[in-house]
């Protein structure tokens, strides 16, 4: 099946979209970008994820104002043209502040934001099973200031996870001054003593649409989560680690620095949340 995305009004193959080089998120990665899991067709959570992609284009002052319904028509048609009824995905949107006549720095006076999009097959966890752990090391947090921001600049989180991939391992789990924020590109829990925490969003921390809804789960009283900073000594002594992300779901951590994360498997608690969360997953796709 040929991929077909949408380009500025437009939808063609994925071989024929193309950028002009003097597009600002080519030169300076001058734009924002979101990800959607789509489940069997719809899209998952949607709200919430256009209020981010909102909350993104506003901080960067990118000028792109579109009603909640225009963007739902929008990935509507981009999911229906790339996917079969019973095939998950992952959507993908970007907007960058668009082509000007020069490379300044500063804002172009009238620039039109570019806007792409594309749907990739994926397939997601839904077996629990099936699921397999990672191992992780911990890296200081060296990214800028506001990682509240979801910008295409990624460099930084590349740079962390190459460097956790270089020491044979599968994600970074970043410290900044004592404190947990966040992995290389996904929220983080801990586990200790049957509660699960979280740090609470702040500047350094990309507040996850995953992560949301495994605190609002916490909150109806499946299990006990509690936002609080956590510190590195603490992350080190958990009994469980999950790193969760839109397309990676809830993903345990199993070896932390070369040492097992408790017993050294998959804890009974990424199993209670994980159930819970393909559970509301079920019942989105039946709606």
Same mark, same amino acid.
């Given at each position: ?43 998952f959570r949607v709200r919430e994820h256009i209020q981010r992609l909102e909350r993104s284009l506003a901080a960067t002052e990118i000028s ?57 097959? #994926? ?73 699960v925490y979280t740090p609470p969003k702040t500047d350094y921390i990309l507040g996850g649409i995953t992560r949301d809804l495994i605190v ?42 070369g040492k097992a994360v408790g017993n050294g498997k998959i804890g009974p608690l990424w199993y209670n949340v994980a159930k819970r969360y ?6 989105? #796709?039946?709606?």
């Open positions: 099946m040929v991929s077909i995305v949408y380009l500025n009004g437009e939808f063609l193959p994925l071989a024929e979209a193309k950028v002009s080089v003097l597009d600002r998120g080519f030169l300076f990665g001058d734009g924002v970008y979101e990800v959607i899991p789509v489940y069997q067709g719809k899209a792109l104002v579109q009603k909640e319904q225009d963007w739902v028509v929008l990935f509507e048609e981009v999911i229906a043209r790339n996917s079969q009824k019973t095939q998950d995905l992952s959507l993908y949107i970007q907007v960058t502040r668009g082509v000007s006549a020069k490379r300044d720095h500063a804002f172009p006076a009238e620039v039109k934001p570019t806007l792409f999009m594309m749907a990739t097959p #994926v397939v997601y966890g839904a077996d629990l099973g099936s699921v397999k752990s990672i191992r992780a090391i911990t890296l200081p947090d060296n990214r800028w200031t506001r990682c509240y921001i979801k910008s295409i600049c990624l460099l930084p989180n590349v740079l962390l996870k190459q460097a956790a991939s270089q020491q044979g391992v599968e994600d970074a789990i970043l410290i900044r001054e004592g404190y947990l924020t966040e992995s290389s590109s996904a929220n983080v829990f801990v586990v200790k003593n049957g509660v609002e789960l916490g909150e109806q009283g499946a299990f006990d989560c509690r936002e609080q900073e956590i510190s590195e000594q603490e992350l080190l002594q958990a009994d469980e680690v999950w790193v969760t992300s839109s397309t990676r779901e809830i993903i345990p951590v199993t070896e932390l620095n393909q559970a509301y997953k079920a019942e989105l #796709v039946t709606r």
